[in-house]
């Protein structure tokens, strides 16, 4: 059974970082995307970064480029999202998930398999 764990969520302050994980089990990724997303509240969800397993995509939202970076930990099957120069408009629960779809957009939340349960990150101004 494949499982998703987010962790590293938190209040901070604008400005700050925070770093966010994701550890996945229950089978081999290595031919997979892993996605995050986030999603305010009375808004849908969205795309904010994404990357292969394999390490030869890495794509960002224009709303996050240049502050946040992905990255990986093959060992640990963990995934990172490191948010950097944060602002109040990151606010919001922010889920992880893994899809081994490589030809449709990594925009469409309904092409990826496997979900976390959600880490709330607030950030305060």
């Known amino acids: 059974q494949v499982q998703l764990v987010e962790s590293g969520g938190g209040l901070v302050q604008a400005g700050d970082s925070l770093r966010l994980s994701c550890t996945a089990s229950?089978?081999?990724?290595?031919?997979?995307?892993m996605g995050w997303f986030r999603q305010a509240p009375g808004k849908e969800r969205e795309f904010v970064a994404a990357?292969?397993?394999?390490?030869?995509?890495?794509y960002y939202a224009d709303s996050v480029k240049g502050r946040f970076t992905i990255s990986r930990d093959k060992s640990k099957n963990t995934g990172y999202l490191q948010m950097n120069s944060m602002k109040p408009e990151d606010t919001a629960v922010y889920y992880c998930?893994?899809?081994?779809?490589?030809?449709?957009?990594?925009?469409?939340?309904?092409?990826?398999?496997?979900w976390g349960q959600g880490t709330q990150v607030t950030v305060s101004s």
């Open positions: 229950g089978r081999t990724f290595n031919s997979d995307i």
């Open positions: 990357f292969n397993w394999r390490g030869t995509i890495t």
């Open positions: 998930a893994t899809r081994t779809d490589r030809s449709s957009s990594l925009y469409n939340t309904d092409t990826y398999d496997y």
